[in-house]
């Protein structure tokens, strides 16, 4: 029972920085969050926000010319921050895997879909070239590709992109992963096979007990699969819950933009999305105060000058915003 309440990710003050001709951008600022095993922490936020940077740090893969820059990020009880390239290299693909945002992109055109999948098995157990064949064919049939012996000899060009999306999934799956990273899974997707992705996924998760981080643009998967949420911005967490409390509870004035432009099927047919105006900050530039205020229509005179305080607007919810801060309220008059 002591297990299941121990941490399977710990994520710590992380902090990330890409270092261009332009200048230094902090692409991620100082984030924090917990993943316990079989729970899955939803990351939302727009584009640009940091929410891809943070997971490539989880299995040590920020591009160049990126780095780590402060903080830890703590798997199964190490610091993945600290550890040398070879010791990550058996992590990989094993312990951690990942689903990459662009299937177009994240399989090799020049090798067949089975010898892909194979590498990974080859390389992190000890199964025997029959148990690996029918491992992959098991992997096939699982998310949801026919002919599965047939499609293991193919080529990723004679996929489709939905079709290449669920061969990357399978990949990421086959070795059983305590943990996976979850890019923007089902964006290549129609809505069914969507729907049965999820579903394949909540499945794995309690059938192994495998924490998901699961990135998305997407409230509405967010809602069907996630447990916990973090609501990222300008590269820092302005929001933090569980998944009911984040819609329909939400503090943070982002949160209210988001959920405020999402079609609502319970709608009468007139009602305009509202859009959240403005643009992004510049992260070379980071303003000193909350990176929202510019575009927040509750601004303070306070979100311009300080940064705000992760303020507890719940049991396990917390906000970073000046507005629950009763002092900073008054002070506005």
């Known amino acids: 029972m002591e297990e299941n309440k121990k941490n399977l990710v710990e994520v710590k003050d992380l902090e990330v920085s890409f270092f261009t001709y332009a200048g230094e951008v902090k692409a991620v600022r100082g984030i924090s969050y917990e993943l316990k095993p079989g729970e899955v ?9 940091g929410k891809s940077v943070s997971s490539y740090g989880l299995m040590g893969i920020i591009p160049s010319p990126g780095k780590v820059i402060g903080g830890q990020i703590i798997f199964d009880g190490q610091d993945m921050t600290k550890l040398p390239e070879k010791e990550l290299l058996k992590i990989r693909g094993k312990d951690i895997s990942m689903i990459f945002q662009d299937p177009m992109t994240s399989l090799n055109p020049l090798f067949t879909i089975g010898n892909q999948i194979e590498e990974c098995l080859k390389k992190h157990t000890d199964l025997s ?37 669920r061969v990357m999934i399978a990949m990421a799956l086959s070795c059983d992963p305590k943990l996976l990273i979850a890019d923007e899974p089902t964006t290549a997707l129609d809505v069914t096979i969507q729907a049965q992705i999820l579903e394949l996924m ?29 609501v990222m911005y300008a590269g820092t967490i302005v929001e933090q819950g569980s998944s009911d409390q984040i819609f329909y509870e939400p503090k943070h004035p982002y949160t209210w933009g988001l959920l405020a432009s999402v079609p609502k099927i319970d709608s009468d047919g007139h009602e305009r999305l509202v859009p959240i105006e403005g643009n992004p900050v510049d992260l070379i530039n980071p303003p000193k105060g909350c990176p929202f205020a ?25 906000a970073a915003c000046w507005l629950p801060v009763k002092e900073a309220r008054e002070m506005e008059g």
């Open 41 to 49: 922490m939803g990351i939302v936020g727009e584009s640009g926000s």
């Open 129 to 165: 070239k029959e148990d690996r064949q029918k491992r992959m064919v098991e992997l096939l049939t699982l998310v949801g590709i026919n002919q599965p012996e047939k499609r293991l000899k193919q080529y990723p060009h004679e996929f489709s992109g939905g079709m290449r999306q």
């Open 202 to 230: 909540k499945e794995l998760k309690d059938k192994i007990h495998m924490g998901i981080v699961f990135i998305t643009h997407d409230l509405g998967v967010v809602s069907e699969i996630c447990d916990n949420i973090c």
């Open 294 to 318: 510019p575009r927040c229509r509750y601004c303070m005179k306070v979100c311009i000058d300080q940064a705000p305080p992760q303020c507890t607007v719940g049991e396990g919810h917390t």
